[in-house]
């Protein structure tokens, strides 16, 4: 007769078997699973090879990968498909594509993809409205945002951008090395202005450098291969803390975005109970009609930090590429100086009012816009169910990215790689092509997004380009 512990132990390794052989089937489940999802789904845009689990993730390339897609545009046409392990992906090299996507499908193509990261970690609750699902919320969200950034309101900031912009100018005059941080002072106190009643005076300002210490804490863990692919490999958010250090980083970056945020609130609920707030900011008309809107202090705090962030970075970026074209082609440069001094003469700066006669300063703005457009890869979309489009297969969930950079280097412009303002003058799409009545819902840039999603700040970052570029002229030979 078997003693009990013989007993025991005979259970002990029958359990451990099950339990080995329930893992096993668990991993073979899973890479069966992955193996079979990654595969190309019929009638799928063209591609790239893909590999079993992995897809097209080892091709990716971690840094300016709109290059890496505009190259496989000349490959396999201007709509690729992509497969980042189960994850279905879409290229659109295009604007026709994007127009018929995003503008005219719009119903089905305003999702954003879901985010581990994004949505569990550092903007839980649905706060951030640039990685809000679409839906309900996101429609109340986007509300406020458009009713702040109507023209209306957007133009009575214009005083604190050229204010903002003679600041610059000085700064310019007597720090001329400096002005990488000039732009960038520029451009951030613009935007706390607009939306708080806030200034940043100097670039080492505890705001303007709070602001731009977590955009490039955002910026650095939202590059590709800078965490582990958790959305492709759900599995993998799962790991314990210590074999996830993304996990602490974004943690970290959650608490430093919601420090600036609610600093920034909190000032300027202090001036309005000190009744010193301006009329005009966006915030102090938000608290305002904070009751009427439903909207707690989080989500004031995300609205205001969203477009802090979103305005400072793109005038910043616009602004630097405006320097930096006028330093590369100096015959722009030339002709931009000239115009405003046939506008303007010698004795005084340019104006809003100028700007409309300013046609080839303003066809320079928007070459700028073309030539090194902000967000070249695009913001990525989500589909919310099946479609077919140009006769693909377009499943529920795949992810679309209009290819900006590819948009604006089509074979539509002559010579795109080349700064050439007079592109614009010729034709209102800087195209090849005369523009024709049936081009009028084509947009000259594609910067700013498209369909739904499409950024509702463009009226207000194009009012900051203005007196910079125009009253810059002058002082751009010491920059140059």
Known sequence: MASSSQYDISNVSKLLSLFLLAVGGLILYTVVKYALESRRPSKFPPGPRALPIIGNLHLLSQTKAFLQFSEWGRKYGTIIGLKLGPQNVVILNDYKHVQELFDKRGSIYSDRPPSHIANDIMFTNDTHILFVPYGDNWRKLRKTLQGLLNIKAVDRLLPIQTAEA????????????????HVRRYSTSVILASVYGLRGPTFEHPRVKSLYHVQDQLTQIAELGATPPVDVFPVLQYLPDFLS??????????????ALYFNLLRETQELVAEKKAPADSFMVRMLKEQDMNSLDDEHLAYIGGTLMEAGSDTTASTLLSFILAMALFPESLAKCQAEVDSICGTGRSPTFDDFESLTYLKAAMTETLRWRPVAAGGIPHALTQDDYYDGYYLPKGTILFANTWAIHRSSDYDAPDQFYPDRFLKNKFGTVNDARPSDDKRRPIWGFGAGRRVCPGQRLAENSLVPISSQGQERYDRMC
């Open 166 to 181: 003679t600041q610059m100018m000085h700064q310019l005059l007597h720090s001329p090395d400096a002005w990488y941080d």
């Open 245 to 258: 250090p993304w996990r602490t980083w974004a943690r970290n970056i959650r608490k430093e975005h919601r």
